[in-house]
């Protein structure tokens, strides 16, 4: 073992200027070799220098066309080359590997722009060194690939779904700019808002089943009557309907939870104090039979940060 740790320790400490000598003999010149390895050629001459000094051999003469091996220098060549070639490239491979681990979180567009971007930076410290790759689309469930770890989805309740599955149940309001809001101060009541129905922006609904709650519903849950409802702005992206509403082009409907910061930016403010609470909610799902270490670590964080009476102000 003490054998070993010596040929080691003086391998160390000639180990970069091996490299520099394969480098020259490889080129042929100090001028090429220099640039290949982003030096100097005076930094180059010098290493080539210090090997020859450990060694006590001279290792290159110089001709007009650059530089030779001697003998010396031929005889280390055949000695290292094939060994110290193998190393260098299996240690390249290993460098070039992917070791960070990958979670893959399938989720809709509105809790990815709302929720999950504003806290992507602490989601970083909480993870680590992994990859972490957001799917968005309208259908989180459906859309979810083989490789996904997490989904992140709205749904019914229903007895297959757990407490610790729910990050918040759905509770609705009708949200708007500041300017919208003063300029229209007759707007008090949903029956008022109702009338100006073409002021609301709606999100496409791509299936019948939709598990969010829509104008519609929304209205009716309110005693409404909702026959004469017209639709005439329509989204297929609740970010879409956000920045429309910040714009004051309209009112949207605010699920709390994700408009928070929004509300209390001062981008968007509540144009009736009415909340309607309804029987769904978003829940986390981790679809994999079995979960890595990092996945359970990021669930548990996910739930608690919805859960969490602090988490809106994103402090």
């Not at 001709?63 to 005889?75: A, C, P």
């Not at 996945?295 to 940060?305: G, M, P, Q, S």
């Amino acid at each position: 073992m003490a054998d070993i740790d010596k040929s080691y320790t003086n391998l160390a400490r000639n180990s970069a200027d091996l490299c520099a000598f394969m480098i020259v003999c490889r080129h042929g010149q100090l001028s090429s070799a220099s640039k290949a390895m982003k030096i100097s050629q005076p930094s180059l001459s010098h290493r080539i220098k210090n090997l020859e000094l450990a060694l006590g051999l001279k290792l290159f003469t110089r001709t007009s066309k650059g530089v030779e091996l001697t003998r010396d220098g031929q005889y280390l060549y055949r000695r290292i080359e094939r060994p110290l070639t193998q190393v260098s490239e299996r240690f390249a491979e290993f460098s070039a590997t992917d070791k960070a681990e990958k979670v893959m979180i399938s989720v809709d567009y509105a809790f990815a722009s709302l929720w999950l971007l504003p806290r992507l930076p602490r989601i970083r410290d909480v993870t680590g060194a992994i990859n972490l790759c957001i799917l968005t689309s309208q259908d989180p469930v459906e859309n979810a690939g083989p490789d996904t770890d997490i989904i992140i989805h709205m749904d019914h309740f229903n007895d297959s779904k757990t407490r610790e599955n729910l990050l918040f149940q759905e509770r609705v309001s009708a949200i708007c700019s500041p300017a919208f809001k003063q300029s229209h101060p007759g707007i008090t009541s949903p029956a008022d808002l109702l009338e100006q129905s073409p002021y609301l922006l709606h999100l496409n609904s791509p299936t019948a089943n939709t598990p969010w709650c829509s104008w519609a519903e929304w209205f009716e849950i309110l005693g409404e009557d909702t026959n004469d409802m017209s639709k005439d702005t329509i989204f297929s992206n609740y970010e879409l309907i956000i920045r429309a509403a910040s714009g004051g082009q309209g009112v949207a409907l605010g699920w709390q939870g994700l408009t928070e910061s929004l509300l209390d930016g001062g981008a968007l403010t509540t144009l009736l104090p009415d909340v309607v609470t309804t029987e769904c909610g978003y829940f986390i799902d981790l679809p994999q039979s079995k979960s890595s270490n990092m996945v359970e670590v990021l669930r548990a964080w996910i739930v608690n940060e919805a859960q969490s009476p602090q988490s809106d102000g994103l402090s």
